[in-house]
Every structure is written in C-alpha cells, then in structure tokens.
C-alpha cells in the first residue's frame, strides 16, 4: 500500500512506505536507461542528432509546460506536481526520440 499524506501535522514524523520512493527510483533509472541505450542497428551519424534533437525539445515542452502549471495551480499541489518533472521529461525525450527514429525507418 502506498503512502497516505492526508492529516495535517506540522514538525512531526511520518511513517511511510518505501514503496513511493521505489517506485519513482526505478521509473526514473528505466526512463534512462531506455533513452541512453543503444539501438540494435545504431547509426551513430543519425541516432545521435536524434537524440539531442529529443532532449532540446523536451526541454522546451517540460519547461513551457512547469511554467504554466506554475501559474495555474497554487498551494501544496505544486510540491508533488514538481516532483514528477523529471520522469516527464525523460518520458517526453523518449517518445519524441522513438517516434523520429520510426518516421526516419519509414522514410528508408
């Protein structure tokens, strides 16, 4: 069972489960590991660009997208909004990284 964060408490322990830092440990070491892998068939002169291409672009997309939810949503929400925007942004590079990759294959 994951964590239940609903009483108010102010300077006071928390007992919690491991299980919610587990959990984002290893979806952020996944994310990772799938966008700095190798493909099987890598051209070096082409997966490279595609990926700092990805990584410059998800940049701006998490960027843009903290931004806005800076300025939309307001209290305590905004800690576990942030806390994620690293996985967002790994999950961003890899789609974008993937989908470019799929649309090059196409083209050959």
Known sequence: ???FYGERSYFSVIQTNVIDELGAIF???GLLILFFSK???EDPGINNPLRIKALV???W???LLWIAIFLL???FAIFFISTTIFALFLLCCNIHFYVQLLILRKKR
Do not use: K, L
């Open 27 to 29: 979806t952020i070491i």
């Open 1 to 3: 069972m994951a964590s």
């Open 57 to 59: 672009q998800s940049i």
């Open 61 to 63: 997309i998490v960027s």
């Open 73 to 75: 949503v307001y209290g």
């Open 39 to 41: 493909e099987r068939h």
